[in-house]
Nanobody, 121 residues
Framework: QVQLVESGGGLVQSGGSLRLSCIASGPIFAINTMRWYRQTPGKERHLVAVIDTGGATDYADSVKGRFTISRDNAKSMVFLQLNSLKPEDTAVYYC???????????????WGQGTLVAVSS
């Protein structure tokens, strides 16, 4: 089965930086749009950043100018660079990838297990 494995989360001080990584493996034919979401316990999961197949990116207003999403198609990876972190950025961050599989069903909405980012003041 397709699996997404995330890493890079941790505890950092306000103003610090982290780089989150997510790698996809399994019966993958192609990878399309890639996204990062975040969620705080008791709150709704929100879209943070998105990157399409052409490399075009978009961000939530709350992180614009501070976070950068990127992808490495050859390695089936997506990254999220988090700079100038604030306490309100504290959340579990999830990668989400639109995948075309080599098996049925061909279209798959894949999710990672989440990685915790905690920002102290």
């Amino acid at each position: 089965q397709v699996q997404l494995v995330e890493s890079g989360g941790g505890l950092v001080q306000s103003g610090g930086s982290l780089r989150l990584s997510c790698i996809a493996s399994g019966p993958i034919f192609a990878i399309n749009t890639m996204r990062w979401y975040r969620q705080t316990p008791g709150k709704e999961r929100h879209l943070v950043a998105v990157i399409d197949t052409g490399g075009a990116t978009d961000y939530a207003d709350s992180v614009k100018g501070r976070f950068t999403i990127s992808r490495d198609n050859a390695k089936s990876m997506v990254f999220l660079q988090l700079n100038s972190l604030k306490p309100e950025d504290t959340a579990v961050y999830y990668c989400n990838i639109d995948i075309v599989q080599t098996i049925l069903p061909r279209s798959l909405d894949a999710w990672g297990q989440g990685t915790l980012v905690a920002v102290s003041s």
